[in-house]
């Protein structure tokens, strides 16, 4: 008997690895009825594999019909009948709604491709193919600096939901007290979790919602270039805040200097380089939110070399000879908090009128879509491919649950009921709404004042070194605009020795709108157009090389327009300038000059290189 | 009230039991949800608290199992809901839904069969 049992358990276990569950037993119950419950339990877990095997065997089928490839008429069978009561079992349940199959061809009719024969008998189905998804790795990075920063999203919503269900997943594998989740190494996909993520997936499947699939990038608030005044520079005005790990950039030209030069400037934020450098991983150290981390993340620094300094002029080799300056960068009042009170009426709006119209058609949905209780979707075309997909990630270990899931979710159908095609406009619909009233809301919050503090040791070529203090302020207005001001003070670290001339080399004050167009096209994202001035004060005449400029002491305006244009989905940019001024600081000529340049936010390499 | 499975979600519980959720948001944010009883009753709680609570009785007139689908609306990187659903005895079914990868927000839908 003892042999029976054993040999009863082991097909039990093989038959687990695909997807079977089997309930708990009473303590108390003799062996007689454990050997008969596991041969019951064995018995319903063999009709699944039987059910999950003549699945595989249509997807198949299916598969070779669209590519082309004749199918024997006799080849094509029934599906098999779903088995009343088999509550764990993926398959509908009789005592809900369903939808009719799909219509199955006879045998002496020409095949027609199943995708193809729904898309002829209901034109709202779309065939799109599911849009390439970028590694989780790299999707956590930047949507983690985007939620930071109160920046457009430089993912799409599809990316963030997929690699959000990925972790749903793993945590339940692995366990997650933050979470309540004991660890359950077979754990799936659970509709009473997943149904949000998944009807995501089939808007993006289906085509329509591009909302969904588009990354938003038309960020106009972080800081990645120099500060003014380094040669090469094409920001005329420092913004209020700054790249979440570290950017860099690249520009040539200059502004305020008589000489152009190339600056290349790593801006980081303390936080994110710290927690990375102290061996935490660059995503597990993002993730720390301690009240020092939230102030540090606050706190950011810069780098600036000049290429064309040092023993290889020309050449970056990141040497203290090439540094121009470095920078610490302090937000001081920062009102950009949702949880405000000023902020309390508006939410009260939003969730009386779309979220509670989103979660009525949400809770729709799921009855006529779903039956959660045994875990199946009613559209067969749905629930063929779910049955495979939670089999495929229920035998996955917690690492592989990425690639199962992405893997699965290319091969979500196309062929939707017209119940489902239904139920998705609907959700379609309300989803939109829900996600731009909560952005309208966002956007507001974004507007309202920032104030930072930045000091600057700036190390001109020839020139003694020098300490600037400036003040940032931020402000949006208007349905997208966002205007700063700069106040600064430059003073010589060291007393200059020409007579006359004290420590206050300069103060300026600067300004800049910047106004974000729609979508070019052509590859390319939203782009900024900026118009920015600035005042500056020289105290003294100019020094260089120890020589003392003479006539060059007084007002210096300079007026600038630049055009921002990204690179969809890259987190490049590149900016293009054209600046005129009454003067240099070295020459007392009009000068206009054009600028371009490169950026790029480093964090988007670190994510996918994984450097820490 | 039971929770089965180990499902925080799937649960059980007497004709005309009163069933009672609350939901805290851990991180300060504020507290964004809506909730719909079977597509028909619907209701938000309060964005000005940190926890908020609703209650209501287990009718099979209406629908057996009772669905209950909450929507979580997230406003920064780290909102965190902790959800509490009790019956009128028996167990407490714990649930959490985190902010993540910068998503505007979820919802979950908990299934209660009537015994």
């Not at chain 1, 930071?148 to 999203?153: D, L, T």
């Not at chain 1, 860099?248 to 927690?275: M, P, Q």
């Not at chain 2, 099979?60 to 920064?76: C, I, K, S, V």
Request: glycine share 8%.
């Amino acid at each position: 008997m003892k042999k029976r049992l054993a040999s009863v358990l082991v097909v039990l276990a093989v038959l687990l690895a695909v997807g079977g569950t089997v309930k708990a037993q009473e303590s108390h119950a003799s062996i007689e009825e454990q050997i008969k419950q596991k041969e019951a339990e064995l018995d319903r877990l063999k009709e699944i594999k039987k059910r999950l095997d003549k699945v595989r065997e249509l997807q198949d089928e299916i598969r070779r019909l669209e590519g082309g490839e004749n199918v024997p008429a006799g080849e094509t069978t029934q599906s098999p009948a779903p088995q009343p009561g088999d509550s764990s079992a993926p398959t509908p349940q009789n005592d809900r709604p369903q939808e009719s199959p799909a219509p199955q061809p006879e045998p002496d009719q020409p095949v027609v491709p199943p995708a193809r024969l729904v898309a002829a008998a209901n034109p709202a189905a779309a065939t799109a193919d599911m849009p390439t998804l970028r590694d989780c790795t790299t999707i956590k990075t930047l949507s983690d600096e985007d939620a930071r920063n109160h920046a457009a999203n430089r993912t799409s919503v599809l990316e963030r939901y997929v690699c959000r269900t990925v972790n749903k997943i793993k945590a339940r594998k692995t366990g997650d007290p933050k979470l309540h989740l004991v660890a359950n190494p077979s754990a799936g996909m659970n509709l009473r979790e997943d149904f949000f993520p998944l009807m995501i997936v089939l808007l993006a499947r289906e085509g329509r919602a591009q909302y969904v699939i588009d990354a938003e990038n038309d960020s106009v608030d972080t800081q990645v270039s120099s500060d003014s005044s380094s040669s090469g520079t094409t920001s005329l005005v420092t913004k209020g805040s700054v790249p979440a790990i570290l950017g860099f950039a690249v520009e040539n030209g200059g502004l305020t200097r008589s000489t152009n030069g190339s600056t290349i400037t790593f801006r980081g934020n303390v936080a994110g380089l710290a927690k990375a450098a102290a061996g935490k991983g660059f995503i597990s150290g993002y993730d720390e939110d301690s009240p020092t981390t939230r102030f540090l993340r606050r706190t950011a620094f810069s780098f600036s070399f000049d290429a064309a300094r040092g023993d290889q002029p020309g050449t970056f080799t990141g040497n203290k000879q090439q540094i121009s300056n470095y920078s610490v960068h302090v937000d001081l009042y920062n009102k950009r908090d949702p949880r405000a009170a000023r902020y309390r009426e508006d939410w009260k709006n939003f969730l009386s009128t779309v979220s509670e119209a989103f979660v009525t058609q949400i809770g729709k949905s799921f009855i006529v879509l779903a039956d959660p209780s045994a875990n199946t979707w009613n559209d067969p075309a749905l629930q063929s491919w779910y049955v495979l997909a939670d089999a495929a990630l229920r035998t996955s270990k917690p690492e592989e649950v990425e690639r199962v899931l992405m893997d699965q979710l290319s091969k979500a159908p196309k062929n939707l009921s017209d119940t489902t095609i239904t139920e998705l406009r609907g959700f379609d619909k309300h989803f939109k709404e829900w996600m731009d009233g909560r952005q309208s809301i966002l956007d507001k919050i974004a507007k309202a004042p920032i104030v930072s503090f930045e000091y600057i040791n700036d190390r001109p070529l020839n020139e003694g070194t020098l300490s600037k203090f400036n003040m940032i302020a931020e402000l949006g207005f208007g349905p997208k605009l966002d205007l700063t001001f700069n106040g600064a003070l430059t003073m010589f670290n060291k007393r200059p020795t020409t007579p006359g001339v004290n420590r206050v080399r300069d103060f300026q004050f600067a300004t800049e709108l910047d106004i974000p167009f729609g979508e070019i096209g052509l590859g390319m994202g939203k782009p900024v157009l900026s118009f920015a001035g600035r005042w500056e004060r020289l105290m003294a005449d100019a020094t260089m090389a120890g020589l003392t400029v003479p006539n060059t002491k007084g007002d210096i305006g300079v007026g600038q327009i630049k055009l921002v244009i990204p690179i969809k989905n890259s987190g490049v940019r590149i900016p293009f300038s054209f600046s005129f001024a009454n003067r240099t600081e070295l020459i007392r000529e009009r000068e206009v000059r054009g600028n371009f340049g490169f950026t790029f936010d480093l964090d988007t390499i670190f994510a996918r290189l994984k450097p820490f | 009230m039971r929770v089965h499975n180990g499902n925080a979600l799937d649960l059980s519980g007497a004709q005309g039991e009163q069933i009672t959720v609350t939901v805290k948001e851990t991180t300060g944010k504020p507290l964004l949800v809506s909730f719909t009883r079977n597509g028909i009753h619907t209701g938000s709680l309060s964005p000005g608290n940190s926890s908020d609570s609703f209650s209501f009785q287990l009718d099979n007139a209406e629908r057996d199992p009772t669905l209950l689908t909450m929507l979580f609306t997230f406003t920064g990187s780290d909102d965190h809901y902790d959800i509490t659903v009790k019956g009128q005895g028996g167990d407490t079914s714990l649930f959490a839904v985190a902010q993540d990868f910068n998503v505007p927000g979820d919802s979950i839908t908990y299934t209660i069969d009537i015994t």
